[in-house]
């Protein structure tokens, strides 16, 4: 996301006097998409819980589009820049949300998959880090699933035999899959259901793994294209 400097004075009753601030402003309208340099309507420092303390370490700014004439919310917070201190963009309202595109092939058999899959990508990006890994759990179960349906030809019965998701991976894909990959991102993802954890890893692993079967799919597919474009000129013959 590209952001923007502005510098602002911010008037404290309490000490009865002016701060002069430099706040990062994010540079795109989330309602009506354009790039803008907001107009700044009112901006004073948050106060602490029950109490009239200023709390110095956030900025809360309420801003003008110019385009669309609508209100969005924006928070700094104080951060550490080149030794000194200083404010960063920390989160705004409405967030606007970003969607990660997949090949073609992965949009055919699974947009279940492309749906969950970007919520979960959408509360990384809103900090809820506690709800990512569950979102990417269960939309990798989605486009595995959704794979053994479209592609593979089984049919619910057969993939609900298999009781767990593992049990799947290891029963019913193909044994050219890197199937150890898939294994570990569904114990990733399962870690984050649970209140102690097995394995040391980041949502950016998982998401690694994820990509990982996703190519997996992208050439398996091209594969089969190509095996039934030959076989069908063979016949032919």
């Known amino acids: 996301m590209e952001k923007y400097n502005e510098n602002l004075m911010i008037y404290v009753n309490e ?7 430099t706040i990062e402003m994010p540079n795109c309208c989330p309602y009506c998409g354009n790039k803008v340099n907001f107009i700044i309507q009112y901006k004073d420092f948050f106060y602490k819980n029950n109490s009239d303390a200023v709390d110095f370490d956030k900025i809360f700014i309420a801003a003008t589009c110019p ?11 104080k951060a550490i ?4 201190d200083c ?23 699974s947009p279940d998959f492309i749906r969950i899959y970007n919520q979960a990508y959408n509360a990384k990006l809103a900090e809820f880090d506690e709800l990512v890994g569950c979102g990417y759990r269960k939309a990798l ?25 593992g049990a799947k991976i290891k029963n019913l894909l193909p044994e050219d899959f890197k199937k150890q990959t898939l294994t570990l991102a569904t114990w990733m993802g399962n870690d984050e259901t649970h209140y102690y954890k097995e394995y040391d890893y980041t949502n950016g692993d998982l998401e690694k793994h994820i990509k990982v079967f996703c190519n997996l799919i992208e050439n398996y597919m091209v594969e089969k294209e190509s095996s039934e474009k030959v076989n069908a000129k063979q016949s032919n013959k």
């Open 15 to 21: 000490y009865r006097q002016n701060f002069e601030q």
């Open 67 to 77: 385009s669309c004439y609508k209100t969005v919310s924006i928070v700094n917070r």
């Open 81 to 84: 820049c080149l030794g000194s």
């Open 87 to 109: 404010y960063v963009l920390l989160n705004y309202s409405p967030s606007p949300k970003e969607e990660i595109k997949f090949n073609e092939s992965i949009t055919q058999i």
């Open 141 to 165: 179960e989605f486009l595995i699933v959704d794979f053994l349906k479209k592609v593979i030809n089984l049919s619910d019965d057969e993939i609900k035999k298999e009781k767990t998701l």
